[in-house]
């Protein structure tokens, strides 16, 4: 299986049976990205050399005013697609093998946890895994420590409060805080 075909199997949303060829690929992209990260995040870098080493991470071009502040960590990176004028502080994680998709002017906090894998409930299955996309709209703002779980879209302009746990959509225009997090108001 190449990368194309992985990619396209997980964001079909097909399980990644194990052992399978599926799950040697994700390994193997695992074993890249751990080599890219150690280089993103063990020494200092300007802005333009932290986006080239983005854009090596995820195998394709970086919008110039992308801004990241290492730590940066990923299991994949190969299904990571960020939008314009996007801010990611420090410390974020995406497992992205079921594909993260952030919007355009989106603002990521601290410590933020984007995931889209689950494990089957199954004890005999457990090991298996089943991608689900996460989606940041436009103009979002997720706070430092929030966990978005696989499968989640964030609204354009909603605001995720700090340490949330998102484990369903988010309308538009709203914010949302607590575990699990639910609505707190909506933005006029």
Known sequence: MNLEEFLEHANRGKTIHYPSEAQELC???????????????????????????????????????????????????????????????????MQDQGGVYIGDDVLIGHNVCLLTLNHDFEIEKRAELHPSPVHIKDKAWIGSNATILPGVTIGEGAIVAAGAVVTRDVMAKTVVGGVPAKLIKKIE
């Open 27 to 93: 390994d193997d992209l695992l074993l890249e990205a751990t080599r890219i990260k150690m280089k993103l995040n063990c020494e200092y870098h300007t802005e333009d050399e932290i986006r080239q080493i983005m854009a090596e991470l995820t195998g394709q071009e970086v919008n110039e005013t992308l801004r990241l502040v290492p730590p940066f960590h990923t299991d994949c990176g190969k299904n990571i697609h960020i939008g314009e004028n996007v801010f990611i502080n420090s410390n974020c994680t």
